[in-house]
T-cell receptor
Framework: AQKVTQAQTEISVVEKEDVTLDCVYETRDTTYYLFWYKQPPSGELVFLIRRNSFDEQNEISGRYSWNFQKSTSSFNFTITASQVVDSAVYFCALSEAYRDSSYKLIFGSGTRLLVRP | GAVVSQHPSRVICKSGTSVKIECRSLDFQATTMFWYRQFPKQSLMLMATSNEGSKATYEQGVEKDKFLINHASLTLSTLTVTSAHPEDSSFYIC??????????????FGDGTRLSIL
């Protein structure tokens, strides 16, 4: 069965610190997709990144970077030089290529990040 | 980018009332939309997959008669919580996937509806 584990429930850092959010997934499929979403206090979900199972290249987007390691089934997210505006709940999610192509998302439990000034 | 609009953003009503929540894709046609439920400080749980022109596919444990889903057009899906009770109070959020060829495109989410049943 597919599963996403975000072991860190809450993380608190001081502004400008680097922080890594962990994500470990389980799936029996060879084709799958991984996502990160940000949910600020206002509630909406903001898409951050999508990665398919055949692309293990790490990605950097500004202060954000992602490390995909198939060998350990992990897709970790690092924020460099964190800012107060980064405070939010971050969700890692897994999607498999179903026969009906519905591509349902399985979410992790989320990590609440608090960046203190 | 793709925009999904959800309305209303907040509902407070008495027990026994039925509540309708709308989810619209504003700049693309969505053959598939998803409805999630999120309790405070918890993750999003998929309730159902809404398919345009056909019946919704409900996840295990979700009452079909309680949570009615209608996807009558390519840009609108509605979730009706029938005879709502306090235990139905939650944050409901919809999403839509842009139907682009070439793999699993990311789902774009509405802003959510906070439902409070008194």
């Amino acid at each position: 069965a597919q599963k996403v584990t975000q072991a860190q429930t809450e993380i608190s850092v001081v502004e400008k610190e680097d922080v890594t959010l962990d994500c470990v997934y389980e799936t029996r499929d060879t084709t799958y997709y991984l996502f990160w979403y940000k949910q600020p206090p206002s509630g909406e979900l903001v898409f951050l990144i999508r990665r398919n199972s055949f692309d293990e290249q790490n990605e950097i987007s500004g202060r954000y970077s992602w490390n995909f390691q198939k060998s350990t089934s992990s897709f970790n997210f690092t924020i460099t030089a964190s800012q107060v505006v980064d405070s939010a709940v971050y969700f890692c999610a897994l999607s498999e290529a179903y026969r009906d192509s519905s591509y349902k998302l399985i979410f992790g439990s989320g990590t609440r990040l608090l960046v203190r000034p | 980018g793709a925009v999904v609009s959800q309305h209303p953003s907040r509902v407070i009503c008495k027990s026994g009332t039925s509540v309708k929540i709308e989810c619209r894709s504003l700049d693309f046609q969505a053959t598939t939309m998803f409805w999630y439920r999120q309790f405070p400080k918890q993750s999003l749980m998929l309730m159902a997959t809404s398919n345009e022109g056909s019946k919704a596919t409900y996840e295990q444990g979700v009452e079909k008669d309680k949570f009615l889903i209608n996807h009558a057009s390519l840009t609108l899906s509605t979730l009706t919580v029938t005879s709502a009770h306090p235990e139905d109070s939650s944050f409901y959020i919809c999403s839509a996937r842009v139907p682009v060829q070439g793999g699993n495109q990311p789902q774009h989410f509405g802003d959510g509806t906070r439902l409070s049943i008194l």
